[in-house]
């Protein structure tokens, strides 16, 4: 939609150029210009100085960043926003992780690729990356270690409220199922003290899960099982399975959600942490997050009829949804 008072063209060439927002704000997170000026204004000598770069190219940053609104600019030195603050390293709500993986090669190669992943109808991972996404991250862990802790800044808000949402009185094991470092899960953890809780994820997930369950405090009822949800997953009554199904075609989501009808225990539950698609043409966030998922994996964004029909054929049906504060709803279901 064109912003009232903007002309077409003018508001085409900000879409033309979104890719080099992408990139400032990748290298302001990069360089951690965020948390350089928690502190109080600098010049961009200054900054350039602290971070150990050239002077001339980071105050052309910062001017750009200035002319974005991620920055103020007084009497010489520039001030950081509340915009700026959602880049913080580690600070509550932070992005900084996410602004980083959108623009390192993962991502940013297959995009590169998008217009033929639209003509062959999938994504181009092979061409951009040698492989798919998840086999690339393996080889490259530094950039999968980003990523799973951009999942967790994404989860952050829906931590938050889990342990409200999803009641687990009752139950004695928590599945996460491509749990990745088990951002979830920790929170209905600490929520029930009688709860158990297994993160599943491919084995080189590990070192990560565990660390991440030490951190927590929670490494004694929070275990990590490496394997593929394509063989088997553990034996549960609450299976988690959270941004995990719109990496997949349909066939493939029947696989994982039939290995976890197979492994559900009498009474449990699975629940699907997903962002359902609204009608066609409403506005929002889901159909563009549809075509990342074209664009980087095999998956797509789904409505509740299409998620409906991926869970009746794997022997599962839906029960209830539960709406979040954020766009994403908890669909639950059990066996048949
Ligand atoms: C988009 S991430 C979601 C992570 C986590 N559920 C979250 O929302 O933060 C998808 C996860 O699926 C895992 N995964 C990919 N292929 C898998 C497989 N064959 N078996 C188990 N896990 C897999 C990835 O390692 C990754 O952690």
Redesign the pocket.
Known sequence: MTAPGMPPQARMMQMITGYWVTQIVHAVADLKLADHLADGPLTGAEIAELIGVDAGTTTRLLRACAAQGLVTYDSGKFLSTPLLETLREGAPGSFRDIAIVHGSPGHWLSWGRFPDAVRAGEPQTGAALGSDI?TY?QANPREWER??SS??E??DGLSREIGDLLDTTGLTTAV??????G??LHPLLRANPELRGVV???PT?EPTAVAEAEKAGLADRCTFAG????DAVPEGDLF?????LH?WDDDACVEILTNCRRALRPGGRVVV?EMPLGPMGEPGFAPLLDLGMLAVNSGRERDLDHYDALLRRSGLRRVEVTPTSSPQSLIHAVAQ
């Open positions: 998840w991250f990523f799973s999942m967790s994404l989860t996460d199922v491509g749990g990745a470092n951002a979830l599943f994820d491919l997930v394997g593929s949800f394509f988690l399975l959270k941004a995990v990496n942490v």
